[in-house]
């Protein structure tokens, strides 16, 4: 039983320093957002000695959230502490700490930050959980280092009361794969029972280190392990902590998302980019419910030409990592995370955001 997940409870728009990411088409009613920025120029920015801090002006998120993810990518020699709020009713949340991030612990704090739990909200260990819905946030980012190592910002945001709209197949982005190489978490025996993020984590660098000619993007399981043990958790599952280890690379970019269906991975997975989706490994197995503690990732390397999905599945020995799963088992199983997605590409890389 596999217990690396924690059970936690789009057309893209150039808005200045905002873009306003969907990795597919979605209806009006859609149930998820992603707002991301590759500048700061329009955060507040003020300076207290060796740290820069940013505030972000409110952002719509085009929807009534209430779980909202923040995943940052910035370069090794710089620190962070992130924090977001909400605007319940016109009035803004107070300031819930998402994480404090550093490349390495030995020089500065690396950790989530659970315990904050108030009337409006409370955070589980990575997200943000409010009360109430709320339409805007902010956030603020204590930046020490070179605020120019600040690479990027994404912040996600779902309508968990929202029934999303009907997912219509992506049928183009079937019969399509990418040759994810083959890791498994099997080979560690101190993490076979916990790496499978760390795991699918490496597995999405090689394919970049192999795609790019880039032999330095690569990383080993061990290596991605302690690069993103977060020991408020404790472990390895932290989802922005494994986005900002693959966006700390120069050239990568890197996030947190959730998606409103399949047709968002049918997408990504056309357009050449392998993702990791964190899913019930019961239910995926085709287990009717999910069970304590088998919170999993997997890497969705593309589709049958029946639509069915191909992941590598780093829970498994090596022989059996590439396998294929029925689409109604992974649809079922990803629902279990919200439909949390690892997206990864390289910064020049064309991949399914629509700039208007």
Not at 105 to 121: E, I, M
Request: charged letters at 25%; a neutral charge; proline letters at 7%.
């Amino acid at each position: 039983m596999n217990a690396c997940w924690l059970d936690r409870t789009a057309a893209a728009l150039l808005v200045g320093a905002c873009l306003v990411v969907a990795p597919f088409r979605v209806a009006a009613d859609r149930a998820t957002s992603l707002l991301a920025f590759a500048r700061f120029d329009r955060f507040a920015r003020s300076v207290a000695g060796p740290e820069t801090v940013l505030v972000s002006p409110e952002l719509d998120a085009g929807l009534a959230w209430d779980e909202m993810i923040v995943s940052w990518n910035v370069a090794t020699n710089v620190t962070l502490a992130i924090e977001a709020r909400g605007f319940l009713e016109g009035r803004p949340t107070r300031w819930y700490g998402l994480g404090r991030w550093s490349a390495d612990p030995s020089k500065a704090p690396r950790t989530s930050l659970d315990r904050q739990r108030d009337a409006d909200g409370s955070v589980a260990t990575d997200t943000l959980v409010l009360t109430r819905p709320a339409r805007r946030s902010q956030v603020r980012l204590t930046v020490r280092g070179p605020d120019a190592g600040l690479k990027f910002l994404a912040c996600s945001f779902t309508d968990t009361r929202a029934m999303a709209a009907p997912d219509v197949p992506e049928r183009a982005g079937w019969a399509r794969t990418n040759d994810v190489p083959i890791r498994s978490q099997a080979e560690y025996p101190e993490g076979v029972q916990s790496w499978c993020s760390p795991t699918s984590t490496s597995m999405l660098l090689a394919f970049w280190a192999r795609e790019l000619g880039r032999p330095e993007l690569d990383a080993d399981v061990r290596e991605v392990a302690a690069g993103v043990h977060d020991p408020g958790w404790p472990g390895t599952g932290n989802w922005p902590f494994n986005m900002a280890f693959v966006g700390a690379r120069p050239g990568l970019r890197a996030c947190v998302a959730r998606f409103d269906g399949l047709s968002g991975l049918e997408a990504w997975t056309r357009s050449g980019v392998p993702v990791a989706i964190s899913v019930s490994y019961a239910m995926l197995k085709g287990a009717p419910l999910t069970e304590p503690g088998d919170g999993h990732l997997v890497v969705v390397c593309g589709f049958t030409p029946d639509g069915d999905v191909v992941v590598a599945d780093p829970g498994v020995r090596r022989e059996r990592v590439r396998r294929v799963f029925p689409r109604s088992d992974v649809a079922r199983a990803w629902a279990a995370s919200r439909r949390t997605v690892y997206l990864t590409w390289p910064e020049d890389r064309s991949v399914p955001i629509d700039v208007r």
